[in-house]
């Protein structure tokens, strides 16, 4: 127990206060404008503070896109929406060099993608090639135009969405670029009391602002502060053990690698900070492992037939292993 004892008390001098008021200012300042979604408003600021991707899924209509761009209003960043079509091109994603008349040369004109939240709307909607533009800038954080590469900014997030009806015309992602994003979150219907308050909020015909409450400059203090969160190692065995029996269920065709691992750490690390605390206890794992996890597995044709889907298998092994105490 030496070493764990040792990094308890390199850790007491460690204060995680100003990530969580940065954290309670954001989600306080996102809900005037969003009725609900709680949980996933804290799973996408827990993806920002780690340096990773979301992609939502969700019917029409239930605020996607209001929701990423409220969340970079409140950030104080930059914001940029793709709406992904299947004429789109890679260089409508990263940009182009165009020549310029006046000064006699080619000059770069950047994309959208330079921007600190890009939301890429129906991402499934483009064909591999304009996908594989994107996945370069969300593994790489940077882009290739014409021989050139060129860094993103920072901090720097893609929120990518998903419908999951009206399948026609639309290219199934990449298993690679599934697996570049930290999150998959669901939009559900609002509840019955959250629909009258969305419906009370535009009755004056103008929809509620936000005010910026944080900077870039605090987001990439709040990234570094992140990695001194102490984690103990028997909750490291205990994502791994988490990890481990996806790859050996009698119902997963494919289990999780690695990254899924590293996912949960660093994931876990900001769900304690912004709550308050400098080290992570199982709950913070067990509270997201759906999310990170749910776009890794495949699932066996027998297990879909029984009616079974990813979310509850990956409950059923959340139960199956031990707690540490």
């Known amino acids: 127990m030496e070493a764990p004892e040792k990094a308890q008390y390199q850790n007491q001098d460690l204060d995680v206060t100003p990530i969580r008021e940065i954290a309670q200012d954001v989600l306080s300042e996102v809900s005037r404008v969003i009725v609900g979604n709680g949980e996933i408003l804290q799973q996408l600021f827990i993806a920002l503070l780690v340096n990773g991707h979301v992609l939502l899924e969700g019917v029409p209509g239930l605020g996607k896109t209001v929701?990423?761009?409220?969340?970079?209003?409140?950030?104080?960043?930059?914001?940029?929406?793709?709406?992904?079509?299947?004429?789109?091109?890679?260089?409508?994603?990263?940009?182009?060099?165009?020549?310029?008349?006046?000064?006699?040369?080619?000059?770069?004109?950047?994309?959208?993608?330079?921007a600190n939240v890009v939301l890429s709307d129906e991402i499934n909607r483009s064909a591999p090639k304009t996908q594989a533009a994107l996945l370069e800038a969300m593994a790489e954080r940077q882009v290739t135009i014409e021989?050139?590469?060129?860094?993103?900014?920072?901090?720097?997030?893609?929120?990518?969405?998903?419908?999951?009806?009206?399948?026609e015309g639309t290219y199934p992602l990449p298993e690679a670029q599934v697996d570049r994003f930290l999150f998959k979150l669901w939009l559900d219907y609002p509840e019955q009391d959250e629909e009258v308050e969305i419906l009370r909020r535009q009755l004056g015909g103008e929809s509620p602002s936000v005010d910026h409450v944080t900077s870039g400059d605090e987001i990439l203090a709040a990234q570094r502060l992140i990695n001194s969160v102490y984690i103990d190692d028997r909750i490291l065995k205990y994502i791994r053990d988490i990890v481990l029996k996806t790859r050996g269920h009698p119902q997963v065709a494919l289990g999780c690698g690695p990254r899924a691992s590293l996912v949960l750490m660093k994931t876990s690390k900001a769900r304690a900070a912004i709550l308050g605390r400098k080290y992570v206890t199982p709950d913070d794992v067990r509270a997201l492992t759906v999310a990170a996890l749910n776009h890794r597995i495949l699932l066996k044709p027998e297990a879909e037939l029984e009616g079974l889907d990813v979310k509850a298998v990956i409950k059923n092994i959340i139960e199956e292993i031990p707690v540490p105490i």
């Open 67 to 114: 929701m990423a761009k409220t969340f970079a209003n409140t950030l104080g960043i930059s914001f940029r929406r793709i709406q992904f079509t299947p004429d789109l091109l890679p260089s409508d994603i990263t940009g182009t060099k165009i020549f310029s008349q006046e000064e006699g040369t080619f000059v770069l004109q950047k994309g959208p993608v330079f």
């Open 147 to 167: 021989g050139e590469t060129l860094p993103l900014e920072k901090p720097f997030i893609v929120i990518a969405t998903e419908n999951p009806v009206e399948m």
